[in-house]
């Protein structure tokens, strides 16, 4: 039944949610906005812009679209900056070990991230290649919850929602998996993502004869 496994990139793949959440604090810090690891919670999966709107909102801040292009791209500058050291030691755990057994069986891989730095970020890492298809920030204006992310990169895999596991840490990504038709696994804590289909704390000690059976 399954034949593609579609992969949210930031804390399913890498280990980044963490540089994320230090660039959008040290915004934050800048802005006056209290910002705390709950407020990130909301980000998790959310575009740049919808993000910074998030802090803007949470500080009652209104500003033009000129500074607010200015607050995304320094957020992003910092970002790209904690990352540009980045190497396969952030790989998170059964991440690799998990690509490499569904290429071995042939099954569908894809990305489905809201991140327009996903590209050169899964290059640095080594990943890029097992990827048969990118589906990032740069290929659609929506942001999760709505499932369009995730429908382009089934449709880049040829395959129908239905066919497809997406892999997601954000509530907001397990949300869009749902309203999309696909199958979900949820990554990190059950109580958080309750919506998920299954739950597993990490990729690790999943394989494709484990998936097949849960699926
Ligand atoms: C998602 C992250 O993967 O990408 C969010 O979970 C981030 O935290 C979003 O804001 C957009 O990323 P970028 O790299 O385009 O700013
Ligand atoms: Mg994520």
Known sequence: MIRGCIFDLDGVIVDT????????????????VAFTEEDN?????????QSLQYILNKGGIKCSD?????????????????????????????????????KKNNVGIALGSASKNAKPLLKNIHLIDFFDFISDG????????????????????????????VFE?????????????????????????????HTMPGLSGLSWEVLEKLY
């Open 17 to 32: 949610a963490k540089y994320h959440y230090l660039a959008w604090k040290r915004m934050a810090s800048l802005l006056g």
């Open 41 to 49: 919670e909301h980000l998790k999966g959310v575009s740049r812009m």
């Open 66 to 102: 000129e500074d607010k292009q200015k607050y995304a791209k320094a957020k992003n500058e910092w970002y790209v900056d904690y990352i540009s050291t980045i190497d396969e030691t952030e790989i998170l755990p059964g991440a690799q070990e998990l690509l490499i057994d569904l």
């Open 138 to 165: 740069n290929s659609t204006e929506k942001s999760k919850p709505d499932p369009d992310v995730f429908l382009i990169a089934a449709k880049g895999l040829n395959l129908q929602p239905a066919y497809c596991i």
């Open 169 to 197: 840490d954000s509530v907001k990504g397990i949300e869009a998996a749902l309203k999309g038709g696909f199958r979900s696994m949820g990554i990190g804590d059950k109580n958080v993502l309750n919506g998920a289909e």
